[in-house]
Every structure is written in C-alpha cells, then in structure tokens.
C-alpha cells in the first residue's frame, strides 16, 4: 500500500523538476539573445544647400567710349542699396577638408536715385535681376562646428531691369510706376565671389551656414551699343541649411 502511495508523489516531484528546468534554460536563452542594434548610414560626402543673400549693392559707372557713350547726368548722383538673392545646389566633399560646390539662383543688384522737393518728386530704383549659377571650391576645417572658407565664380544671365519710378500726379501724390527693360544689355555676365564663415552640423541630417559674402561683377551690363560702362559689386550675408546625404 506504502508503494502505491509514494508512487504519485514521485510523478509530481517529476515533473515539478522538469518546469524549473525549462524555465531556466528559456530565461538563458532570453539573456543570452543577442540586441539588436539600429544600423548608422554613413554620409556619402554629398549635401544640399539652401541659402538666402541680402547684400548691399552699387556699381562702378563711366559712360561708354564708343558713338553710343552718355554723360552720366543724374545718374552720378546715384546711391547703394540693399537686395537680396537666393540660391539652391550641391557641395561634395573633394578631400577633408575641401569642398566643391555648383548651384543655381536668383542674383539682383540695384542703384536708387531720390530727387525731392516741397513741390517735386523723382526718385527711381533700379534692379537688374539675373539668373545665376555660382561655382566655388571651399576650405573647410573642424566638425560640428568648422571654419569655411571659399572663392569662386558667378556667371549670370540677364533676365530684365526693373525700373521702378515715383513722381507727383496732378493731385500730388506720390505715383509709382514700374518699367521693365530688356535692350542694350549683355546677356551673359561674370562675378567673381568670395564667401568667409561658418557651418554648424545640428544633428547627422541637417545643418545651417552663416557667412559674409562679397561679388564684384567682371563684365559690363550694358552691350556695345550701350551707353554705359556699367560693373556692380555687392557686400553682405549669405545664410541658410544644408542639407547631408
């Protein structure tokens, strides 16, 4: 009778061993599981940039040698004013610490003439508004935050001269009229550019540039037949994001 009793107790005894066998060797293999880890996508050495150029801008002005030359008149009584171009494109790393870069934009220039009386206005503002496509090669140097450095070439070409030009109507009031003109210009034009700043990397996707720009334009606005010799220059910012891919 003592064996059939002692019997179920081994059984239970049994498998009770068996369970905490089990359970420890599932909880080894839960520890023993490898973790998985996020993969990093290293940076190909290419970036996008985006960037926003407010200077302030003049221009070198003689009148042209040629029949078709012109005194200066008024026009020598012109002042600087500030614009503001854009530009978009693509640097690549060319060693460590040298970048290559090629972009396109929207690149003006402007002269204002203000000419007031108690009982006379004349004031215009001149913008010549160009496509552009700068081209520079960049020193670069540090990581998150580096130093940069970069000089390059600008072609342009003319899209118009936007003249805008207020006066007095009969019931003086200040009238403002605008006057695009395309004739007597060169279409292609050349700026020589050279860029001084800084770019901060704010994480592994993205950053921003923050730097001191200045242009100065090779060739003449006006064509041969133009009456002027005309080559702006410009003095400003040049800011934005750029953008690691």
Not at 4 to 10: A, C, S, V, W
Not at 66 to 84: S, V
Request: charged content about 25%; proline content about 4%.
């Amino acid at each position: 009778m003592r064996k059939f009793l002692f019997l179920p107790i081994l059984l239970v005894a049994f498998n009770l061993g068996a369970q905490i066998i089990t359970d420890d060797s599932e909880t080894d293999e839960q520890e023993e599981a490898p973790e998985k880890t996020k993969e990093v996508k290293e940076k190909n050495g290419f970036e996008l940039y985006f960037g926003v150029s407010p200077c302030y801008t003049f221009r070198t002005l003689t009148p042209n040698d040629n029949l078709f030359g012109e005194e200066l008149g008024e026009r020598e009584f012109e002042e600087a004013a500030w614009t503001t171009s854009y530009a978009a494109g693509v640097r690549s790393e060319l060693n460590k610490n040298l970048l290559f870069e090629i972009g396109v934009g929207y690149t003006s220039n402007r002269e204002a003439y203000d000419y007031t009386t108690t009982d006379s206005v004349y004031r215009y503002v001149n913008t010549y508004r160009h496509i552009s496509f700068p081209i520079r090669v960049a020193y670069t140097y540090g990581n998150e935050i580096s130093f940069y450095g970069g000089i390059g070439v600008m072609p342009k070409a003319f899209l118009s001269l936007k003249r805008e030009i207020t006066t007095l109507d009969l019931n003086d009031n200040e009238v403002t009229e605008d006057v695009i003109v395309k004739d007597k210009f060169n279409f292609f034009v050349i700026d020589a550019i050279a860029t001084l700043g800084t770019r901060v990397q704010l994480n592994p996707h993205y950053g921003i540039f923050a730097m001191l720009e200045g242009r100065r334009q090779l060739t003449n606005n006006y064509n041969e037949q133009g009456p002027y010799i005309r080559k702006p220059y410009a003095f400003g910012f040049n800011f934005g994001i750029q953008i690691y891919l």
